[in-house]
T-cell receptor, first 115, second 116 residues
């Protein structure tokens, strides 16, 4: 069965510093990987995805993620954090069991950017 | 282009009642999925519909049910509400049919259900 792990419940980073939000996955076959962000009292917003191709994927708001097949990781990164980046971040993996897609989300990581 | 619309935004119900939540996907999207979000459990998958058929179902009791109409709008129903059903219920739509689409989900803002 596919699974996603976000080992950190919360990540604190100073404004202007680089940030990393970790994600590891387990899936049979080739993974489709996603990152979403959720602001308070809102639904999730799509940030970026990895399907195939370059291991470094660039997404919205200056975020990027690095796919590492050997480590089965898909960590979210940003070179310089903004206070407005403070939110809840979810990693997700999509699999195609039985011909139908199934998406599994991680438990989420709260990012706190300190001014 | 209108986004995913969920109604109502907020709902307060008492234990034992039932509730119906509505989700209108983005025009042209045929897949609708429902998630329950709580502080303790995170995002839990409820079920997914495509072309009026339920394709996947999560590990929720039979009190949780759903359906999808021919216009792709979806409803979720919870009967005999329990206090533990208090949560943010999120609906997500996508183009994905058999999984050939590379698009991710587009989420609605959710319905905040409080059971008292």
């Amino acid at each position: 069965a596919q699974s996603v792990a976000q080992p950190e419940d919360q990540v604190n980073v100073a404004e202007g510093n680089p940030l990393t939000v970790k994600c590891t996955y387990s899936v049979s076959g080739n993974p489709y990987l996603f990152w979403y962000v959720q602001y308070p009292n809102r639904g999730l917003q799509f940030l970026l995805k990895y399907i195939t191709g370059d291991n470094l994927v660039k997404g919205s708001y200056g975020f990027e993620a690095e796919f590492n097949k050997s480590q089965t990781s898909f960590h979210l990164k940003k070179p310089s954090a903004l206070v407005s980046d403070s939110a809840l971040y979810f990693c997700a993996v999509r699999d195609f069991s039985g011909g139908y897609q199934k998406v599994t989300f991680g438990t989420g990581t709260k990012l706190q950017v300190i001014p | 282009k209108a986004g995913v619309t969920q109604t109502p935004r907020y709902l307060i119900k008492t234990r034992g009642q039932q509730v119906t939540l509505s989700c209108s996907p983005i025009s042209g999207h045929r897949s609708v999925s429902w998630y329950q979000q709580t502080p303790g459990q995170g995002l839990q998958f409820l079920f997914e519909y495509f072309s009026e058929t339920q394709r996947n179902k999560g590990n929720f009791p039979g009190r949780f049910s759903g359906r999808q109409f021919s216009n792709s709008r979806s409803e979720m129903n919870v009967s005999t509400l329990e206090l533990g059903d208090s949560a943010l219920y999120l609906c997500a739509s996508s183009l994905a049919g058999t999984g050939t689409s590379n698009y991710g989900y587009t989420f609605g803002s959710g319905t905040r259900l409080t059971v008292v």
